[in-house]
Nanobody, 117 residues
Framework: QVQLVESGGGLVQAGGSLRLSCVTS????????VGWYRQVPGREREWVAN???????LYAASAKGRFTISRDNVKNTVVLQMNSLTPEDTAVYYC????WGTGYEYWGQGTQVTVSS
């Protein structure tokens, strides 16, 4: 099994920045993909970005140019740096892990991000 623990959420004003962290542990050989999703109550979970073991990254259109996903293989941590935040970024952000081509099998508990106008 793989465990994921997110941190770094909070309240920020529009235009500000937040840095979310996802610490991975357990049988990490089972995963080669870590991603971030977000969800607003009453809406479907939305994919934000992902990063593969080799470092390749992908971003949703809403995140491109503002968010950066990176990984620290020594600390087994994936970071989502979010800049130029808007109220539309308000959501619970989830870290997820799995294998490329198979999908996400493991999920964290989520961290709340609130952006005030």
């Amino acid at each position: 099994q793989v465990q994921l623990v997110e941190s770094g959420g909070g309240l920020v004003q529009a235009g500000g920045s937040l840095r979310l962290s996802c610490v991975t542990s357990g049988r990490l050989q089972m995963i080669d993909l870590v991603g971030w999703y977000r969800q607003v109550p009453g809406r479907e979970r939305e994919w934000v970005a992902n990063i593969r073991t080799g470092g390749a990254t992908l971003y949703a259109a809403s995140a491109k140019g503002r968010f950066t996903i990176s990984r620290d293989n020594v600390k087994n941590t994936v970071v989502l740096q979010m800049n130029s935040l808007t109220p539309e970024d308000t959501a619970v952000y989830y870290c997820a892990a799995g294998r490329w081509g198979t999908g996400y099998e493991y999920w964290g508990q989520g961290t709340q991000v609130t952006v005030s106008s």
